[in-house]
């Protein structure tokens, strides 16, 4: 009896089939249990077409993900309208994701051939449709549609965004056991920011969304434990969760784990694995870690260097306005191991130092300070004065001596004087170089009694220039009194780290002495300077040495070194040469 039952039953169910959409819906989901899905498909469409919600919200999730079908967005999107429309919340939700990933704005309804030259094709995301549909859904009380509800007014266009709704939503969402509701509350939790309550709730929520297997939230459960923000800061755990994360393709994290190999937090440093994470991120578009790569390759240390590679990525990363990036570049590009190229460098520094970059500002005025040549248009003192006013004193000394030579701006010697007695006050080259104009009377009134003490500030620091023009005022007594022990002391130190001038000092105060012991002192210290191209030094160590003794030998060295002064431009070596002529003339004719 049974066997004749079955058949019988079947036979019934397929007829009432034919009359009922419902039941086509019931007979398409059973042949999908029985491992038949094209034949389902069918059933499911014919219910479709017959106005059955279910089956449209269905057939369009078929489209969407290819089950029985080939994929199609534009066929996913005409059947969810239908159910959404019809107030089928899933399909309202589905439907709101595509608009909001860019899928379903190009749609042209009325023009299939259109419609085929654009298929599956990303356009630009319809926040406004998406909300629209993901609120119908979430008023439905639809958890995903909550959280994507939020997810819009947190992150659409400003005109859409309304910060205390999207957190309702993402509270319902998440209340309801939603991972991405979790994930959204948590972030706006630690938007808001509070006291240690809420970014301990903070931390929860995301906490939540992490065990759900969310990879964002693990990755931002790295990124709050890396910090210490609502939870104690612990740099093994926030390694291991980005390196999870990054496992899962989530490019911050591939990022944040490169960098905790690559400087060892919370994590035995590897330099090649941390290539290996930063590589996949820079591939997937991240400009900080094309950044990073780039400056790895360009750096080398358990690796050559490799500037080709280098400037590969660091000009992606400042294609996408990477700042440092960009100036990183601009300086391989000066660097003749990858083949100098200064306007291209000037361009990429330039780039950087639009973008506030100190450290490129800084290099296009150093350019401007070598000489090299860079474009007029340079606002160098707009950038100086910001850093000035930044607190950099190094470039307020800087464009103090660009005012002072003409260098890249017009030269100015009383703003000089104004911008190095700013600098003055912490840095010890500029402590020199505003003492010196206080000698010079360059830009101010000559004072040199107020130049010692700036230039006794750069003596200290080891500014050599400095010892060299105190003593010189110590020496002569000018600006104060006269002090030849401490002016010897200055110049010997200045003579120590190889200064010329000190050396000529040092041989002419022993020179004045009028012994021989001083003498001897004195034609060493000439030698020194001498040899050290210093022309005053070559002139006295000349006449040392043809006034010391008829030695032939003596004399052709005397000879070599009034040369050298004379070729210098003093007049006096050339009248020792004369002398020397006159002399061995009347020495031949005796």
Known sequence: MNGLVMPHMMIIRRLAAVFSARAQLRLALGLNERGKPAKGFRHMARAARRGCVEAQARVGRCYLDGQAVPRSRIEAIH??????????????????????????????????????????????????????????????GAPQAQALTGYILTCGPAALRDLDQAEDWYRRSAGAGCPQGSLGLGMALLRRGGDDSALREAVSEIRKAAAAGLSTAVYLLGLVTELGVGVPRDLAAAAEHYRDAAEHDVVPAQL???????????????????????????????????????????????????????????????????????????????????????????????????????????????????????????????????????????????????????????????????????????????????????????????????????????????????????????????????????????????????????????????????????????????????????????LMLGRYLAGASADSADLMEAERYLNLAAAAGVVEARHELAHMTRRAAAANAA
């Not at 059947?79 to 939700?93: N, Y």
């Not at 589905?94 to 259109?114: K, M, P, R």
């Not at 944040?256 to 919370?266: D, S, T, V």
Request: net charge negative; charged share 20%.
């Open 79 to 140: 059947w969810l309208e239908r159910a959404a429309q019809s107030g089928h919340a899933e399909a309202q939700f589905l439907l709101a994701a595509l608009y909001a990933q860019g899928f379903g704005s190009s749609i042209d309804s009325g023009n299939s051939v259109a419609s085929l030259l654009s298929r599956d094709e990303t356009s630009a995301p319809d926040y406004d449709a998406a909300l629209g549909w993901a609120r119908r859904a979430a008023e439905q």
């Open 256 to 538: 944040r784990w490169g960098l905790a190999l690559l400087h060892g937090r919370g994590v035995a440093r590897n330099v090649v694995a941390a290539e290996t994470a930063l590589r996949r991120a820079a591939q997937a578009g991240d400009p900080e870690a094309a950044a990073q790569l780039g400056q790895l390759c360009m750096r080398g240390g358990e690796v050559p260097p490799n500037y080709a590679e280098a400037a590969i990525w660091l000009r992606r990363a400042a294609e996408k306005g990477h700042a440092a990036a960009a100036r990183m570049l601009g300086q391989l590009c000066l660097a003749e191991v990858a083949g100098a190229d200064p306007s291209e460098a000037t361009y990429w520094l330039q780039r950087a130092a639009a973008a506030g970059d100190r450290s490129a500002q800084a290099d296009l005025g150093n350019a401007v300070l070598s000489g090299r040549n860079v474009p007029a248009a340079l606002d160098v003192q707009k950038w100086f004065e910001q850093a000035g006013d930044a607190g950099d004193l190094i470039a307020v000394f800087n464009f103090a001596v660009c005012l002072s030579e003409g260098i890249g701006v017009e030269r100015d010697a009383r703003k000089a004087a104004q911008w190095l007695r700013r600098a003055a006050e912490r840095v010890p080259i500029a402590q020199y170089w505003y003492g010196r104009i206080l000698v010079e009377g360059r830009g101010v009134e000559p004072d040199p009694r107020e130049a010692r003490l700036w230039l006794a500030r750069a003596a200290g620091a080891g500014i050599v220039e400095a010892q060299v023009m105190l003593g010189e005022l110590l020496l002569n007594g000018r600006g104060g009194p006269r002090d030849r022990s401490a002016a010897r002391d200055l110049f010997a130190k200045a003579a120590a780290q190889g200064d010329a001038a000190a050396m000529f000092a040092l041989g002419a105060i022993a020179d004045g002495e009028q012994n021989d012991a001083a003498r001897a002192a004195a034609q060493g210290w000439f030698r020194q300077a001498a040899e050290s191209g210093h022309p005053y030094a070559q």
